[in-house]
């Protein structure tokens, strides 16, 4: 059994981690989007086309940053009643 401190600790260190994740899901993201970009600018002669597997890609990532978000909260509301 933990005691409150190290439970306080244990919740700490596991937001600090979903903090971590959630950083590199939105440079992910960003990464996504300039791809995107640099596809659309090189065939800007032509019709642009995108590959649907970075729409499915930036889909799920903004899928998972949504869960992030939410667990971030549930984390933090339990935390402040330790």
Sequence with gaps: ????????A?????REKLLEA???TNRALELLDEA??????AYDQARPWV???IAVAEERLRADLQR???AGEL????RSRL
């Design 75 to 78: 984390i933090d509301d339990y």
């Design 68 to 70: 992030l978000i939410a």
């Design 36 to 41: 995107r970009q640099t596809i659309v600018e």
């Design 10 to 14: 244990q919740v700490s260190a596991f």
């Design 22 to 24: 959630t950083e590199h």
């Design 1 to 8: 059994m933990f005691s409150l401190s190290e439970l306080q």
């Design 51 to 53: 590959p649907e597997e």
